[in-house]
């Protein structure tokens, strides 16, 4: 069964932690992104990338980072230095990054900072 | 920059009826392409449909239309015969060649009354 898959579903985060959120993909698709969700804000993107070894800021990339070295894998690190870092993230890929494709979306990780 | 508007942060319908959701788009690209997704209660966002900008015909899936707009940047969303399961947020989004590859609104929320 080909999808996205985003782990933990929840996560809680001490003040001054990083953490790591994961999304891995198996469609085969060449570009993949990272959203954060607040209530009544939609959908605002962190970072993307549209090839291995290769990845853009988004609107919001501050106080994040991440990674692409495997073409199905581009897990987000949440830094300490992220003011407001508990929201929904939601990772996405698609085929290649074109603006003709669709964006498919994983099931989300809520993060909580405590 | 690209913008997505959405002017309606609630909507009600009855089951069995007809409701359009609005959007309005800015964007100085000659080509891009707009999308409605759907967010249920589980979080996972699903594509409803997608319309391209050079393309004049309204695109339909099933229950689901839109009426494309291209000179007013008017891009809303119909959903006939309305079922309880599309009870939901429903966020428009605007792809161009731009920095960001895909641009949300802020999204309605959906809430279909039997």
């Known amino acids: 069964d080909g999808g996205i898959t985003q782990s933990p579903k929840y996560l809680f985060r001490k003040e001054g932690q990083n953490v790591t959120l994961s999304c891995e993909q198996n469609?085969?698709?060449?570009?993949m992104y990272w959203y954060r969700q607040d209530p009544g804000q939609g959908l605002r993107l962190i970072y993307y990338?549209?090839?291995?070894?290769?990845?853009q800021k988004g609107d919001i990339a501050e106080g994040y980072s991440v990674s692409r070295e495997k073409k199905e894998s581009f897990p987000l690190t949440v830094t300490s230095a992220q003011k407001n870092p508990t929201a929904f993230y939601l990772c996405?890929?698609?085929?290649?990054?074109?603006?003709?494709?669709?964006?498919?979306f994983g099931p989300g990780t809520r993060l909580t900072v405590l | 920059a690209q913008t997505v508007t959405q002017s309606q942060p609630e909507m009600s319908v009855q089951e069995a009826e007809t409701v359009t959701l609005s959007c309005t788009y800015d964007t100085s690209e000659n080509n891009y392409y707009l999308f409605w997704y759907k967010q249920p209660p589980s979080r996972q966002m699903i594509l409803v449909i997608r319309?391209?900008?050079?393309?004049?015909q309204n695109a339909t899936e099933n229950r689901f239309s839109v009426n494309f707009q291209k000179a007013a940047k008017s891009f809303s969303l119909k959903i006939s015969d309305s079922q309880l399961g599309d009870t939901a947020m429903y966020f428009c989004a605007s792809s161009s060649s731009g920095n960001t590859p895909l641009v949300f609104g802020k999204g309605t929320r959906l809430s279909v009354i039997a």
């Open positions: 996405a890929s698609s085929i290649a990054g074109f603006i003709t494709d669709t964006q498919y």
């Open positions: 990338s549209q090839i291995v070894n290769d990845f």
């Open positions: 319309q391209e900008a050079y393309k004049q």
């Open positions: 469609l085969n698709h060449d570009a």
